[in-house]
């Protein structure tokens, strides 16, 4: 591979806080090293119809405090088939782009391992998710500053919770991965926390509310993955609650896209910086086909292959924690 001269970086999936950032750590890299970037608008879709904006440092300023992506994301079905990934690199080769760089999930990540075995163009990843299920990383740009916001928004509800002496079910985002759920339930003083690693089982959550309820507790909080199997949903969990502990006056929460939004917090900010470097020096050395991660603090590279194909582990640990401090 030859030393880049122009790189494109773009953002796929869903936004997270951060994204920004990282995208400003590219550009702001690429200015540093003297190579020409360019921007490319919603993803995937705006490769395909050649959206590209050229970006310098100053392109990229006052942006490392904004949610979201400046630069749009979008979910692209041309871009799974062969003719729209041909377009895309039609656009690419014909705007003299050398190396690309992606912001995302899973599904970026399994677009642009795609791309490079059809194309053999060089291209690097960047996770930005805020459920933290990608594996080569210990943490995922976003996924801080959704669990802050989670945090935060459980606290308000705990006071409310608190003044009628209601039971409180709140749905946090983590469709496959319980890290928001987990972190935010413990940061939280939640009395439950459900996640899709571990199945807690519709009577054993009721004996655990009981046991809280005898126990002193006039309130609880419940907070639930979206990716918790124990119910079709959290409001068919809630008649059932309601049904069996009639005791319980059940109201639920779901916290939803808010998640997502707002502005990131000071280590997604810094993740996302050193991240977005590491991309840019990964392409210089040589690399591609790969994700940049952060692994024991340190900025590293994985194969995209292992890092589609794999998922966080749950920490056992802080499931035990939570069961601790729960009664």
Do not use: W
Not at 36 to 52: A, K, P
Not at 58 to 68: D, P, Q
Not at 126 to 144: A, E, L, R
Not at 224 to 231: A, K, T
Request: with cysteine; charged share 25%; net charge neutral.
């Amino acid at each position: 591979m030859k030393k880049p001269k122009k790189i494109a970086v773009l953002t796929s999936g869903g936004d997270a806080p951060g994204m920004n950032a990282a995208i400003r750590a590219v550009v702001r890299a690429c200015a540093y090293y003297n190579l020409d970037c360019v921007g490319i608008y919603r993803g995937f879709q705006g490769l395909i119809e050649g959206d590209f904006k050229t970006l310098d440092a100053r392109s990229v300023k006052h942006i490392i405090n904004r949610g979201g992506t400046f630069l749009k994301s979008a979910r692209s079905k041309e871009f799974m088939t062969t003719e729209g990934r041909k377009k895309a690199f039609h656009h690419l080769k014909s705007n003299d782009v050398d190396a690309l760089v992606v912001i995302g999930g899973d599904g970026t990540f399994a677009g642009a391992s795609i791309f490079y075995g059809e194309f053999n163009f060089p291209v690097v990843g960047i996770p930005g998710t805020i459920d933290n299920d990608i594996n080569g990383t210990d943490f995922t740009i976003g996924y801080d500053s959704a669990l802050n916001t989670a945090v935060e928004a459980i606290d308000k509800i705990r006071d409310t919770a608190n003044s009628h002496n209601r039971l409180f079910l709140v749905e946090v985002m983590g469709r496959d991965a319980g890290d928001i759920a987990l972190n935010a339930g413990i940061g939280a003083g939640a009395e439950e926390i459900l996640i899709p690693e571990q199945n807690l089982g519709r009577e054993r959550l009721l004996e655990s509310l009981s046991r809280s309820k005898k126990s002193g507790k006039s309130s609880s909080i419940v907070v639930i993955s979206e990716g918790d199997q124990i119910g079709k949903n959290i409001f068919g969990l809630a008649d059932y609650i309601k049904e069996n502990l009639t005791e319980y006056e059940v109201r639920v929460t779901v916290l939803g896209h808010i998640q997502r939004g707002g502005a990131p917090s000071c280590y997604d900010r810094v993740l996302a910086s050193r991240l977005g470097v590491g991309a840019v020096d990964a392409l210089l050395k040589g690399e591609n086909n790969v994700m940049i991660g952060l692994i024991h603090n340190k900025v590293s590279s994985v194969p995209f292959s292992k890092a589609i194909k794999g998922s966080n582990e749950i920490d056992e640990e802080l499931i035990r924690v939570a069961d601790i401090i729960s009664v």
